[in-house]
């Protein structure tokens, strides 16, 4: 029986139907969720798609915080569940207080979409242990919000767990403190990238293949049943 | 009728490039020796009858948790009473 991985679509989501064919290439079965719903559904880890969640009204992420959905996917991810936020998914993470920091305007507040270099940093994580240790990727990143951000105790913080999972290389394309582009909580399960893995998992469409190691970290993980 | 005023802020620490681009923005148009501009939000919240302690409680937790991200920003809460509301 595949793996199944639930995708939530929030009024506003962008990146539910990339991320759904991501997870079916990598071999799992995508399990569309509704920000309404209040069941997740029996899946056995979570993608939180990118896009503009709520209008990005008050903050981004902010409103989607309090979905009803979210209620269950911040007890399955505590419970120790496999969460991947990507961008806009990142960011409701945050507003979650499942990831420390924040991410705010670019520095240079232009909106920014590119192929964007990055190096594994942690391949312990759920979404990212089939990657090779220092593994360089390239994957797109398209954002107006994606400079990560937290005080220097948090930062030190992350560093020194282990818990920065990618960083940006050659150019730090939005001002994120340390070149930070994604971090995980500290169990490893609950993870935030702001570049996007579901665009770059076919060669016709993406700058790379790359993306796909995400979704099948995670398909790695549930078998291994490491989440329980 | 009381009205609550909760303005959010991004904290002294947190970089504020839109404000920075208004900075360089009054520069251009002529203002002189401006020396920092931080860009905030403002909430005017309109409320039915007297503000009891239960509501002001109840604000206070929501301008923390929804209104505001204390990871980032800072809030301020004033409260106007009748005679500020309809002045």
């Known amino acids: ?228 | 009728m009381a009205r609550v005023i909760v303005d959010v802020m991004l904290k002294p620490e947190i970089l504020d490039p839109q404000g920075r681009a208004v900075q360089g923005a009054l520069g251009r148009l002529g203002l002189t020796g401006v020396a920092d501009v931080r860009q905030g939000k403002q909430f005017v919240i309109q409320l039915e009858g007297d503000l009891d302690d239960d509501r002001r409680a109840k604000l206070e937790d929501l301008a923390g948790e929804l209104l505001s991200n204390p990871v980032i920003e800072d809030y301020r809460m004033t409260v106007l009473d009748d005679d500020e509301v309809s002045a």
């Open chain 1, 1 to 228: 029986m595949s793996t199944r991985i639930g995708i939530v679509t929030f009024p506003g989501s962008l990146d539910d139907a990339d991320a759904a064919r991501a997870v079916r290439i990598a071999g799992g079965e995508p399990v569309a969720l509704w920000h309404g719903d209040e069941d997740l559904k029996k899946v056995q880890a979570v993608v939180l798609p990118g896009g503009f969640s709520y209008g990005d009204y008050l903050r981004c992420g902010a409103i989607a915080r309090f979905a009803p959905v979210m209620t269950k996917v911040i007890e399955a991810a505590n419970a120790g569940m496999p969460v991947l936020g990507i961008c806009n998914g990142f960011q409701i993470l945050c507003e979650t207080y499942l990831l420390p920091g924040a991410l705010t305007r670019n520095d240079h507040l232009h909106f920014i979409c590119r192929d964007q270099k990055l190096r594994i940093e942690n391949t312990s994580s759920d979404w990212t242990r089939d990657f090779a240790p220092g593994q360089e990727i390239v994957i797109p990143l398209k954002n107006g919000e994606g400079g990560y951000v937290a005080d220097e105790a948090t930062l030190d913080r992350l560093e020194g767990g282990g818990r920065v999972i990618a960083r940006y290389l050659e150019v730090n394309p939005n001002g994120s403190r340390r070149d930070i582009a994604g971090v995980c909580n500290e169990r490893g399960n609950v993870v935030g990238l702001m570049p996007h893995p579901e665009h770059a998992v076919e060669d016709l469409t993406g700058p790379s293949t790359d993306g796909i190691f995400f979704f099948a970290s995670a398909l790695t993980s549930v078998l291994a049943g490491s989440h329980r």
